[in-house]
């Protein structure tokens, strides 16, 4: 089973940009789809981005459109989450996660998990 692991969170100003990504370990990401939530405390788990096994189809979340950017390097074993213009509201845990299934859009049910990155945004 594959494992996965986020990078690239951090600290950015309200404005600014960050690049997150989610590399598979033990295998590739090859024919799985990926989808990118984010939790803050108190809120359950949000869909943020998600693209299908092949990189064709693309989900994202009303909040994120045209800001937020999915992409997927198969040779590289990744998956990116560009983040642009980004807000305070922005700021959370941000997960990424497998579809066996290879669909990727919001109503699927994705597993296995990574073990998150931290995004804050300051004002």
């Known amino acids: 089973q594959v494992q996965l692991v986020e990078s690239g969170g951090g600290l950015v100003q309200a404005g600014g940009s960050l690049r997150l990504s989610c590399r598979g370990s033990?295998?590739?990401?090859?024919?799985?789809?990926v989808g990118w939530f984010r939790q803050t405390p108190g809120k359950g788990r949000e869909f943020v981005a998600g693209i299908n096994w092949s990189g064709a189809s693309t989900y994202y979340a009303d909040s994120v459109k045209g800001r937020f950017s999915i992409w997927r390097d198969d040779k590289a074993k990744l998956v990116y989450l560009q983040m642009n213009s980004l807000k305070p509201d922005d700021a959370a845990v941000y997960y990424c996660a497998a579809d066996p299934t290879g669909v990727g859009n919001p109503g699927t049910d994705f597993g296995p998990w990574g073990q998150g990155t931290q995004v804050t945004v300051s004002s």
């Open positions: 033990g295998r590739t990401l090859m024919g799985y789809a």
